[in-house]
Nanobody, 121 residues
Framework: QVQLVESGGGLVQPGGPLRLSCATTDSPFSINAMGWYRQTPGKQRELAAAITTDGTTNYADSVKGRFTISRDNAKNTVSLQMNSLKPEDTAVYYC???????????????WGQGTQVTVSS
């Protein structure tokens, strides 16, 4: 199965930057979109940003202009540069990949373990 490993979470002051990174621990047969969801206690997980193989991006309205997602298709990695962070960005961020594990398998979402981002003074 495909495993995703995240890094880069932590505590940051309002207005500051933070960068999240995510890498696959193996090489799936094929990956479509990759990206980041986030979740706060008592709320549903929501899409923060996603990027397709050809570089098409999709952002939540609340992060447009502040977050930038990028991807290295050769290395199967995805990063999220977060600038001008706000307290409401505080959440657990989950990396995902819409991937086919091997030939003959279906595409499905694979998830990282989650990394905490806390924006507070």
């Amino acid at each position: 199965q495909v495993q995703l490993v995240e890094s880069g979470g932590g505590l940051v002051q309002p207005g500051g930057p933070l960068r999240l990174s995510c890498a696959t621990t193996d090489s799936p047969f094929s990956i479509n979109a990759m990206g980041w969801y986030r979740q706060t206690p008592g709320k549903q997980r929501e899409l923060a940003a996603a990027i397709t193989t050809d570089g098409t991006t999709n952002y939540a309205d609340s992060v447009k202009g502040r977050f930038t997602i990028s991807r290295d298709n050769a290395k199967n990695t995805v990063s999220l540069q977060m600038n001008s962070l706000k307290p409401e960005d505080t959440a657990v961020y989950y990396c995902y990949a819409d991937a086919m594990f091997a030939m003959g398998y279906r595409y499905r979402y694979y998830w990282g373990q989650g990394t905490q981002v806390t924006v507070s003074s």
